[in-house]
T-cell receptor
Framework: DGGITQSPKYLFRKEGQNVTLSCEQN?????MYWYRQDPGQGLRLIYY???????QKGDIAEGYSVSREKKESFPLTVTSAQKNPTAFYLC????????????FGPGTRLTVL | KQEVTQIPAALSVPEGENLVLNCSFT??????LQWFRQDPGKGLTSLLL?????REQTSGRLNASLDKSSGRSTLYIAASQPGDSATYLC????????????FGPGTRLSVLP
């Protein structure tokens, strides 16, 4: 089945640690995205990548980093510089061409202990 | 800057009712608009995507309409069921293709048996 997978489903981080969230897609999409979702708020864009080996900052990139070495993979690292990282993180990819339809993974819930 | 709002924030209806969810956006120059469903603790599932040249899209009991000139979209759910209970989000893609999606905060729907 085609889709987007994220791992782990739950992640706990101690203060001062860096953690990496995995996102993999087999939809053959060029564009991939990372969003953060907090209770009662809409999704906020962290980083996006339109093509392999290229990525751009979104609205709330501070304290996060990404890489895009393969078309299928777009991992997100939450660094110790991110002061309030507890949130639900969603990875997405989108079709190119006329539709630009966006598809989402199941999410990773990150909690800082 | 494009902003997206959704009213109401929450809605409870008895099973079997027809209902309408609203999405408003501030800039009418959009490429497309997508409606999503999100169950608690899960990722987003795409329901309908409307291109800027279209007026509506239908899938089963769902019908989404788009009025770009007034900056509004509605999601109509016919004969609601308890399984429709979820948060519904809309997202617009600004008219300059390549710009990223802007999400509304969502409407939390409860359908009571």
């Amino acid at each position: 089945d085609g889709g987007i997978t994220q791992s782990p489903k739950y992640l706990f981080r101690k203060e001062g640690q860096n953690v990496t969230l995995s996102c993999e897609q087999n939809l053959n999409h060029d564009a991939m995205y990372w969003y953060r979702q907090d209770p009662g708020q809409g999704l906020r864009l962290i980083y996006y990548s339109q093509i392999v080996n290229d990525f751009q900052k979104g609205d709330i990139a501070e304290g996060y980093s990404v890489s895009r070495e393969k078309k299928e993979s777009f991992p997100l690292t939450v660094t110790s510089a991110q002061k309030n990282p507890t949130a639900f993180y969603l990875c997405a990819s989108s079709e190119s061409g006329d539709t630009g339809k966006q598809f989402f993974g199941p999410g990773t819930r990150l909690t800082v202990l | 800057k494009q902003e997206v709002t959704q009213i109401p924030a929450a809605l409870s209806v008895p099973e079997g009712e027809n209902l309408v969810l609203n999405c408003s956006f501030t800039d009418s120059a959009i490429y497309n608009l997508q409606w999503f469903r999100q169950d608690p603790g899960k990722g987003l599932t795409s329901l309908l995507l409307i291109q800027s040249s279209q007026r509506e899209q239908t899938s089963g009991r769902l019908n989404a309409s788009l009025d770009k000139s007034s900056g509004r979209s509605t999601l109509y759910i016919a004969a609601s069921q308890p399984g429709d209970s979820a948060t519904y989000l809309c997202a617009v893609r600004p008219g300059n293709y390549g710009q990223n999606f802007v999400f509304g905060p969502g409407t939390r729907l409860s359908v009571l048996p």
